[in-house]
């Protein structure tokens, strides 16, 4: 069994930056391929970036490339979300979320979720 748990969300003004981190337990964590969704308030949980288990492979939204990049420690079974140049449009409740298939992940459909972590950005 795999359990996530996110942190690092808060309150940042326009143009400021955070680091989302996402600690996970479970033996299986380094064979999983993990990523990063939002959900913001009337909206529907959207992808934001995932990375497969070695880190050879990533991808992003659209909305987040050049400013959100997401990375990964084996070792300490960790995932992070490094997020820069920070819009309004970015406040949301984001999700760490794990799993065995990269394009099941990608689809919004991985074997695990986070409780998740609230960032809002002030304009």
């Known amino acids: 069994q795999v359990q996530l748990v996110e942190s690092g969300g808060g309150l940042v003004q326009a143009g400021g930056s955070l680091r989302l981190s996402c600690a996970a337990s479970g033996r299986t964590f380094s064979s999983y391929s993990m990523g990063w969704f939002r959900q913001a308030p009337g909206k529907e949980r959207e992808f934001v970036a995932i990375i497969s288990w070695n880190s050879g492979w990533t991808n992003y939204a659209d909305s987040v490339k050049g400013r959100f990049t997401i990375s990964r420690d084996k070792a300490k079974s960790m995932v992070y979300l490094q997020m820069n140049n920070l819009k309004p449009e970015d406040t949301a409740v984001y999700y760490c979320?794990?799993?065995?298939?990269?394009?099941?992940?990608?689809?919004?459909?991985?074997?695990?979720w986070g409780q998740g972590t609230q960032v809002t950005v002030s304009s």
């Open positions: 979320a794990a799993g065995e298939s990269f394009s099941t992940v990608r689809a919004g459909n991985p074997d695990h």
